[in-house]
């Protein structure tokens, strides 16, 4: 994974817009082969993660670095009230014989005790172990066996019982608590007798080589691995993107930052962003659900001035503002309303980058008009008072980003794994760049191996899988973490992020075929639900598609169908598959015929995390459902077409 012989370093540029040095390293050809950017936040040489809540306790006592959600109101927690919690409950651990190293396993949704008991644990010496509330015993019981995890605190009794199912067959079950039944009162009142000085001590003897936690992949494929994220790994990650990106987003908003975390903290995304915000005093509230439904009420509430997302957020935002303007008679309105969108956020973006003179009268106009008639409505699902976003998780479809652009939200793209502590990549301020994921976070360097695998290299890149060396080994050489992704860097560093490797898909006519390029632009249109392309040693491309149960109700009553109409019915409807079709021919835009879709299935089933088709970050496990629909797979392929 060395540097090529025959690769020439560029100049180093700097600049307001990337606020930092890119370096960039050519082959022989000019092809930008690797992008470096300099770090901005010192790495640290003494002291841990753990030590946030009390800096901020000695530094602002007074100052508001949460907002808890408690008898119908949001609730100010301040830094001095927050480290007090955190070292009552780091007593508790103690009490209950959790020694330096040893490991807890929290088993929750997000929120707000999510946060404390991550810090305690910390301050106790100890590693925190993420489980997805959504795990299965047999996959509960595979991360306490393999974490050696001690002690567990669930969220729910439904989540103890798996605990115990999952264990019980283990020499030693863990010692459970219930988050719903006072977890964090009962671990205060037993740390009663531990004095305060001594977690100070276990405090002070981390260092930023100690390992801060396991956190296990989503598994797509095979067993979960636990990845070796040390309390350097965090900091990388959280100061880096903290001194890019928040001065921007105080400077511009005029605001006291503030962001609502919905997605899971069990994922490295949602675990990263908590850190972030704690390191920058910026006020983190929690919702323990990203359904659309629950969401929006506590957007509405919070008025966070930035949000961190995954794809299907914007898609569902956009979806929904769509229905609304339909159900009022306005849809044709609305579709001129999109088309604008993204012509003016290409033209003002080719301005800002120096490609073009920028809209012209015409274009602002009618921008104008559709942000009083649309655009300001999408603000407003967001709360009214954000400005800014991040997504991750997967590709936004670029036209979705548009959209939100003219909207008035930029979306700032990020790419990265849980082997790389969260964002490896992300768009810079004042530099977005639609359909990529941005340039290297500070202090990272990201490199286009010969095969077209995107290789990281940096202080965000883990140490390796807990108990299984060759694994680790296998992807990490000589300092790069191979991802298994394949992309490429454009002449300014940008990466753009075309698929993974083991999914492509080589059809009978030996055409290679990125599925992610399709199913990302599927999703976000409606009435499509989820989908998996396929094609592998078959003479086309194909898919089958589930239908959104949000989108197949708005679809019912604008043509005022019963609401009850089974599925069976709805998937051979030629009205229902003309909607899906048009999704269809837009991704097929983004590639050649050969590789575009030419016959689809829709089917009444859904994935879910429940039936082992989504990982819980919402992730296909393609293989699970090739082998739950290899019937349907093969009935695609029955007629000629």
Same mark, same amino acid.
């Given at each position: 994974?060395?540097?090529?012989?025959?690769?020439?370093?560029?100049?180093?540029?700097?600049?307001?817009?990337?606020?930092?040095?890119?370096?960039?390293?050519?082959?022989?050809?000019?092809?930008?082969?690797?992008?470096?950017?300099?770090?901005?936040?010192?790495?640290?040489?003494?002291?841990?993660? $753990?030590? +946030?809540?009390?800096?901020?306790?000695?530094?602002?006592?007074?100052?508001?670095?949460?907002?808890?959600?408690?008898?119908?109101?949001?609730?100010?927690?301040?830094?001095?009230?927050?480290?007090?919690?955190?070292?009552?409950? $780091?007593?508790?651990?103690?009490?209950?014989?959790?020694?330096?190293?040893?490991?807890?396993?929290?088993?929750?949704?997000?929120?707000?005790?999510?946060?404390?008991?991550?810090?305690?644990?910390?301050?106790?010496?100890?590693?925190?172990?993420?489980?997805?509330?959504?795990?299965?015993?047999?996959?509960?019981?595979?991360?306490?066996?393999?974490?050696?995890?001690?002690?567990?605190? $669930?969220?729910?009794?439904?989540?103890?019982?798996?605990?115990?199912?999952?264990? $019980?067959?283990?020499?030693?079950?863990?010692?459970?608590?219930?988050?719903?039944?006072?977890?964090?009162?009962?671990?205060?009142?037993?740390?009663?007798?531990?004095?305060?000085?001594?977690?100070?001590?276990?405090?002070?003897?981390?260092?930023?080589?100690?390992?801060?936690?396991?956190?296990?992949?989503?598994?797509?494929?095979?067993?979960?691995?636990?990845?070796?994220?040390?309390?350097?790994?965090?900091?990388?990650?959280?100061?880096?993107?903290?001194?890019?990106?928040?001065? +921007?987003?105080?400077?511009?908003?005029?605001?006291?930052?503030?962001?609502?975390?919905?997605?899971?903290?069990?994922?490295?995304?949602?675990?990263?962003?908590?850190?972030?915000?704690?390191?920058?005093?910026i006020e983190l509230g929690h919702c323990p659900s990203i359904r659309p439904d629950e969401l929006r009420p506590a957007l509405r509430e919070f008025r966070p001035t930035f949000l961190v997302g995954v794809p299907y957020l914007f898609e569902k935002i956009h979806d929904t503002a769509r229905a609304t303007a339909e159900k009022i008679g306005r849809g044709a309105s609305f579709e001129r309303a999109d088309r604008v969108a993204v012509r003016f956020g290409e033209a003002h973006l080719a301005a800002l980058s120096g490609r073009g003179k920028g809209p012209g009268?015409?274009?602002?106009?009618?921008?104008?008009?559709?942000?009083?008639?649309?655009?300001?409505?999408?603000?407003?699902?967001?709360?009214?008072?954000?400005?800014?976003?991040?997504?991750?998780?997967?590709?936004?479809?670029?036209?979705?980003?548009?959209?939100?652009?003219?909207?008035?939200?930029?979306?700032?793209?990020?790419?990265? +794994?849980?082997?790389?502590?969260?964002?490896?990549?992300?768009?810079?301020?004042?530099?977005?760049?639609?359909?990529?994921?941005?340039?290297?976070?500070?202090?990272?360097?990201?490199?286009?191996?010969?095969?077209?695998?995107?290789?990281?290299?940096?202080?965000?890149?883990?140490?390796?899988?807990?108990?299984?060396?060759?694994?680790?080994?296998?992807?990490?050489?000589?300092?790069?973490?191979?991802?298994?992704?394949?992309?490429?860097?454009?002449?300014?560093?940008?990466?753009?992020?075309?698929?993974?490797?083991?999914?492509?898909?080589?059809?009978?006519?030996?055409?290679?075929?990125?599925?992610?390029?399709?199913?990302?632009?599927?999703?976000?249109?409606?009435?499509?639900?989820?989908?998996?392309?396929?094609?592998?040693?078959?003479?086309?491309?194909?898919?089958?598609?589930?239908?959104?149960?949000?989108?197949?109700?708005?679809?019912?009553?604008?043509?005022?169908?019963?609401?009850?109409?089974?599925?069976?019915? +709805?998937?051979?409807?030629?009205?229902?598959?003309?909607?899906?079709?048009?999704?269809?021919?837009?991704?097929?835009?983004?590639?050649?015929?050969?590789?575009?879709?030419?016959?689809?299935?829709?089917?009444?089933?859904?994935?879910?995390?429940?039936?082992?088709?989504?990982?819980?970050?919402?992730?296909?496990?393609?293989?699970?459902?090739?082998?739950?629909?290899?019937?349907?797979?093969?009935?695609?392929?029955?007629?000629?077409?």
């Amino acid at each position: 994974m060395g540097v090529r012989k025959d690769m020439k370093r560029a100049k180093q540029r700097t600049g307001p817009m990337t606020r930092g040095r890119i370096e960039l390293i050519r082959d022989g050809a000019g092809t930008v082969r690797e992008a470096r950017a300099a770090r901005l936040a010192p790495a640290p040489t003494t002291g841990s993660t $753990a030590d +946030l809540p009390y800096t901020n306790a000695s530094e602002a006592p007074d100052a508001v670095v949460l907002r808890r959600r408690k008898g119908g109101a949001w609730r100010p927690v301040t830094a001095a009230a927050f480290a007090r919690e955190v070292t009552d409950v $780091a007593r508790g651990l103690m009490a209950a014989g959790l020694e330096p190293g040893g490991r807890v396993a929290i088993m929750s949704r997000t929120r707000y005790e999510w946060t404390v008991l991550d810090f305690a644990v910390w301050a106790a010496g100890g590693q925190s172990v993420p489980v997805y509330p959504t795990s299965s015993p047999d996959q509960i019981g595979w991360i306490v066996r393999d974490s050696g995890a001690r002690f567990v605190v $669930a969220e729910t009794a439904e989540n103890a019982r798996a605990v115990a199912a999952g264990t $019980a067959g283990h020499p030693e079950p863990p010692r459970v608590w219930q988050l719903d039944a006072d977890a964090l009162a009962v671990l205060a009142a037993s740390g009663r007798g531990v004095p305060d000085e001594e977690v100070a001590e276990r405090r002070a003897a981390l260092t930023p080589d100690t390992v801060a936690t396991l956190c296990y992949t989503s598994g797509t494929t095979g067993r979960p691995k636990g990845c070796v994220l040390t309390h350097a790994n965090l900091h990388a990650e959280a100061a880096n993107t903290v001194e890019l990106l928040h001065p +921007l987003f105080k400077e511009v908003t005029g605001q006291v930052a503030s962001t609502l975390l919905f997605l899971p903290i069990a994922h490295v995304l949602g675990r990263s962003l908590q850190i972030a915000c704690l390191l920058a005093r910026i006020e983190l509230g929690h919702c323990p659900s990203i359904r659309p439904d629950e969401l929006r009420p506590a957007l509405r509430e919070f008025r966070p001035t930035f949000l961190v997302g995954v794809p299907y957020l914007f898609e569902k935002i956009h979806d929904t503002a769509r229905a609304t303007a339909e159900k009022i008679g306005r849809g044709a309105s609305f579709e001129r309303a999109d088309r604008v969108a993204v012509r003016f956020g290409e033209a003002h973006l080719a301005a800002l980058s120096g490609r073009g003179k920028g809209p012209g009268p015409g274009l602002r106009a009618a921008r104008a008009l559709y942000d009083l008639l649309v655009y300001r409505r999408v603000r407003k699902e967001l709360g009214g008072r954000t400005r800014y976003a991040i997504s991750g998780g997967s590709p936004l479809d670029r036209n979705l980003n548009l959209f939100f652009y003219a909207a008035g939200i930029i979306v700032h793209e990020g790419y990265g +794994l849980t082997e790389t502590t969260a964002a490896a990549t992300i768009v810079p301020p004042l530099s977005p760049r639609p359909g990529t994921v941005g340039l290297p976070v500070p202090g990272t360097a990201v490199r286009i191996a010969d095969d077209g695998e995107v290789l990281v290299e940096g202080g965000v890149v883990f140490g390796g899988y807990w108990n299984d060396p060759a694994a680790g080994e296998a992807v990490l050489r000589d300092g790069w973490f191979a991802t298994g992704d394949l992309g490429a860097l454009d002449d300014d560093g940008y990466l753009t992020i075309t698929g993974r490797k083991k999914d492509i898909l080589v059809t009978s006519g030996g055409k290679n075929v990125a599925p992610a390029v399709l199913e990302d632009r599927l999703r976000s249109r409606p009435p499509v639900g989820q989908c998996l392309v396929v094609g592998d040693n078959r003479p086309y491309v194909a898919a089958l598609i589930t239908l959104d149960a949000d989108s197949v109700a708005h679809w019912l009553a604008v043509r005022r169908l019963p609401a009850d109409t089974p599925l069976a019915d +709805l998937v051979t409807d030629p009205r229902l598959r003309a909607d899906v079709q048009k999704a269809v021919d837009y991704a097929n835009e983004a590639v050649s015929r050969a590789e575009s879709i030419r016959a689809f299935r829709l089917i009444t089933g859904e994935f879910t995390e429940d039936n082992g088709l989504l990982t819980p970050s919402l992730k296909v496990r393609r293989h699970a459902a090739v082998a739950a629909y290899a019937g349907e797979i093969e009935e695609l392929y029955r007629q000629e077409r």
